[in-house]
C-alpha cells in the first residue's frame, strides 16, 4: 500500500507546482500627450503560442510597427501607441484565444504626471478601462482577495502548514505554534515589501523547499521514535516563527509582482496579509475538521499513525522535487 502511495505521489509531483498565483501584468505608461508604452508579462503557465492577444483599444490610438493586439503576445513584450487626441479614455483588451484558464490581472496605469493607479481584475474580466480610477475600498477588496487566493493556490506554504498542525497536536499548542508563524512572516513581508530588507528570490524560494523538507523529515522521525524529544517537538513555536521569518519574503516575492498603490502602500500592505492570514486559517480549520470528521470512521481511526506516514511521505516527496528543481534553476 505505501508503495502504491509513493508512486501515485511521484506522478503527481510531476505535475506539482507552487506560488502560480501570478497575474497577467500590463503596464502602460504615458510618454506624452499622444504617446503610450504597452508593456505586458505573462505567467509561463500559458502554453506557448496561447498567450493572450493585449492592445490598447480606441479609434484615435495605432501601433507604430509590430503585430496587432490580437495575435499572441509572449511571454515578455512592449507595444508603442500613438493617439492623435491628447490623453484618450480608452481601454486595454486581453484577447484569449480560446479561453482564459483562469489567470487574474493586473493594470498599473503610470500617467505623464508621475501618478500611479493599478487594478487586479478577475479572469472573468477581460477589458479594463483607462485611465483607472480606484476608490480606496475597491484597492482594499483587491489586495484581501490576492492575499487570500495566493495562500490557497501556494502548495508549498500550504504544505509548510499542514506540518506545523501534525507537529502541533493540541489545539493550544496549534494555536501558539500558527501565531508565531502569521508574526514572524508578517514581519519579514512589510520589510521585504517595502525595500527595507531584500533576499534573492530564488535563494527565498530554495529555503522554503527545504523548510518542508526537513519538517517532513522530523516528523517521520518521531513516528519512528528516534527524535522523541528533539527541539522541533518541544519548541514549535520557536520552528514555526524561525520558518516564518523566511516564508514571508515568499509572500513578499508574489505582492512585489503585483505592485503597491503609491497613494496606499500601508494599506495595501495591511490587506493583502489580512487575506493571506484569512486564507491560512480557512486552511487549517477545514484540516481540522476532516480530521474530525475522519476519526469517527473506525477504519480509519485505527490508521491513523499510518495515513499521516503517508501524507508526511508525500509531503516530503513533492518538497524534495521544489529542493532540485529550484535549485537548478538557480544554478542555470
Not at 517595502?194 to 523538507?213: G, K, P, Q
Not at 470512521?297 to 499510518?306: D, F, G, R, S
Request: aromatic share 8%; glycine share 8%.
Amino acid at each position: 500500500m505505501r508503495a502504491i502511495f509513493l508512486l501515485l505521489s511521484l506522478i503527481y509531483v510531476g505535475n506539482a507546482s507552487a506560488d502560480e498565483a501570478r497575474p497577467v501584468y500590463v503596464e502602460i505608461n504615458q510618454l506624452s500627450e499622444s504617446e503610450y508604452l504597452l508593456k505586458w508579462k505573462i505567467p509561463p503557465v500559458m502554453p506557448f503560442g496561447e498567450e493572450p492577444g493585449i492592445k490598447l483599444d480606441h479609434e484615435s490610438c495605432r501601433i507604430e510597427g509590430g503585430p496587432t493586439g490580437n495575435q499572441p503576445a509572449g511571454l515578455l513584450g512592449r507595444r508603442h501607441y500613438v493617439c492623435d487626441q491628447a490623453s484618450p479614455d480608452f481601454s486595454v483588451h486581453l484577447n484569449y484565444l480560446d479561453s482564459n484558464p483562469g489567470l487574474t490581472s493586473l493594470v498599473v496605469y503610470k500617467s505623464l504626471s508621475g501618478e500611479v493607479a493599478q487594478v487586479f481584475s478577475g479572469p472573468e474580466i477581460t477589458i479594463i478601462a483607462l485611465p483607472l480610477d480606484v476608490p480606496a475600498t475597491e484597492v482594499a477588496h483587491q489586495y484581501l482577495m490576492a492575499g487570500t487566493e495566493h495562500i490557497l493556490e501556494g502548495y508549498d506554504h500550504l504544505l509548510f502548514v499542514l506540518c506545523l498542525i501534525i507537529i502541533a497536536g493540541g489545539l493550544k499548542r496549534l494555536l501558539l505554534t500558527v501565531t508565531g508563524f502569521t508574526l514572524a512572516h508578517s514581519i519579514t513581508l512589510s520589510l521585504a515589501t517595502l525595500n527595507i530588507f531584500r533576499v534573492r528570490t530564488e535563494l527565498v524560494e530554495i529555503l522554503i523547499a527545504l523548510s518542508i523538507l526537513l519538517l517532513a523529515v522530523e516528523i517521520i522521525r518521531h513516528h519512528q521514535g528516534r527524535e522523541q524529544n528533539s527541539f522541533t517537538w518541544r519548541y514549535p513555536v520557536s520552528v514555526s516563527s524561525a520558518f516564518g521569518l523566511l516564508h514571508g519574503f515568499g509572500f513578499a516575492v508574489v505582492l512585489q509582482e503585483l505592485g503597491l498603490p503609491q497613494s496606499m502602500k500601508l494599506e495595501a500592505l495591511l490587506f493583502f496579509n489580512i487575506g493571506v492570514e484569512i486564507g491560512q486559517i480557512l486552511f487549517i480549520v477545514g484540516i481540522v475538521l476532516i480530521g474530525l470528521l475522519a476519526r469517527q470512521i473506525p477504519a480509519i481511526e485505527q490508521k491513523e499513525k499510518v495515513i499521516t506516514d503517508l501524507a508526511v511521505y508525500a509531503i516530503g516527496i513533492c518538497s524534495a522535487y521544489w529542493l532540485f528543481d529550484r535549485s537548478a534553476l538557480l544554478l542555470g
